[in-house]
């Protein structure tokens, strides 16, 4: 093997070698954070990253901890779940369902797309659409009536077939197509300029909107877009062993964050 491949390989073991080393912030240390947080008038979603093999019945123990822990700290809570890790378990999904949360649930790749938002609708909860998947457009048609929470992102995982060029500008396109939503939408970018347009759509058309951020990365400037437009804050909380194989792996995907931690610094 070349030193190229073996570095290579050490990359990409890196993550999971760190899910063995090191704990995740369990469902009480999240609650007691998000507790703190709606001291300051901020809302939270607390997301559970389950290490690899964990038994369904430990997440949904997680879940349920939380939703006990962050009511009786007076919390704006909603749960965000990755239906793959519990195999779209109805009777699993519906335990967590049943805690009276919010619930969204995440999305994952196009190909899981179909049967994560089939399950979000037989259980009344919301659903997370990536710009950059063509057919979010017409899953936005779908949803646009429907109850649940809509958190819009760029995504995480390209289209198979038509991955956009200009990401800003389909996720901009899908804010649109949700204008006019009377439940609520989430704005999930760390982009201060696009944040500040999508909030503006949905504010004018009388939707009522958030801007969503992930605890951990840079979020000053983008907090500021959200004062300034009078739309509240929601912090994504992860949680779990499986957090920081995630985050380890995320860092190693963008080398620039040092840079970014220093634009969102000084603010410009």
């Known amino acids: 093997m070349s030193l190229r491949d073996k570095v290579r ?24 954070r998000a507790a703190r947080l709606a001291r300051q008038g901020q809302r939270v979603t607390a997301g559970y990253f389950s290490p690899h093999g964990l038994p369904a019945a430990t997440i949904v123990a997680a879940y349920r901890d939380f939703a006990w822990r962050a009511r009786d700290g007076g919390v704006d809570a ?11 378990d109805r009777a699993t999904l519906g335990a967590i369902a049943a805690l009276g949360l919010p619930l969204v649930f995440d999305a994952h790749g196009p190909e899981l797309a179909d049967a994560t938002q089939t399950v979000a609708a037989d ?51 899908l804010i649109e197509r949700l204008a006019g939503r009377e439940a609520p939408v989430g704005v999930a ?46 912090l994504y909380l992860p ?25 969102d610094r000084v603010g410009y």
């Open 123 to 173: 259980l009344g909860a919301g659903v997370v659409l990536p710009a950059r998947w063509q057919r979010s457009l017409a899953d936005a048609a779908t949803w646009r009536d429907r109850p649940g929470r809509i958190r819009v992102v760029k995504g995480e995982w390209p289209h198979p077939h038509d991955d956009p060029a200009d990401r800003g500008a389909a996720f901009l396109t």
């Open 9 to 32: 390989a050490a990359r990409h073991a890196l993550p999971w070698l760190v899910e063995g080393w090191l704990d995740g912030p369990d469902a009480a240390e999240t609650a007691r």
């Open 189 to 234: 970018t760390h982009d201060p300029a696009l944040a500040g347009q999508a909030l503006a759509l949905l504010s004018a058309s009388g939707t009522p909107c958030e801007l969503e951020l992930l605890r951990g990365l840079p979020r000053r400037r983008c907090e500021a877009v959200a004062r300034r437009a009078g739309v509240p804050v929601r």
């Open 78 to 88: 909603c749960l965000s779940v990755k239906a793959p890790k519990l195999d779209f």
């Open 239 to 263: 949680f779990g062993g499986g957090w920081w194989s995630y985050a380890v792996d995320s860092a190693l995907e963008r080398p620039y964050l040092p840079l970014w931690w220093l634009r």
